[in-house]
Nanobody, 125 residues
Framework: QVQLVESGGGLVQAGDSMRLSCVAS????????MAWFRQAPGQEREFVAA????????YYTDSVKGRFTISRDNGKKTVFLQMNSLKPEDTAVYSC??????????????????WGQGTQVTVSS
């Protein structure tokens, strides 16, 4: 049973930074893609960022490019989401996801098999 456990959410002010972490309980993340999605109240789940474990290629939604960075710690099987210059519209529940999506599914939730429980990020204005 694969488990993804997020941490690092909370309340910050606009312009602040925050780092989310996601630890995977798997023997290896080789061949996997890890991603972050978010869902604001009353809205659909939205892709935020993804990282291919083999090769390290990254993907971002346009609204976070230049502000958010997805990265990893191979040894700790952990993926991070560094969020800078946070805005009130970044407020959402952020969830970590893992799987082996094909290229065309990297930015869609259906491409991922494993999900964390989510962590709340609230950005006040």
């Amino acid at each position: 049973q694969v488990q993804l456990v997020e941490s690092g959410g909370g309340l910050v002010q606009a312009g602040d930074s925050m780092r989310l972490s996601c630890v995977a309980s798997v023997p290896t993340l080789s061949g996997h893609t890890m991603a972050w999605f978010r869902q604001a109240p009353g809205q659909e789940r939205e892709f935020v960022a993804a990282l291919r474990w083999n090769g390290g290629h990254t993907y971002y939604t346009d609204s976070v490019k230049g502000r958010f960075t997805i990265s990893r710690d191979n040894g700790k099987k952990t993926v991070f989401l560094q969020m800078n210059s946070l805005k009130p519209e970044d407020t959402a529940v952020y969830s970590c996801a893992g799987g082996v999506p094909i290229l065309s599914s990297i930015t869609t939730s259906r491409g991922y098999r494993y999900w964390g429980q989510g962590t709340q990020v609230t950005v006040s204005s």
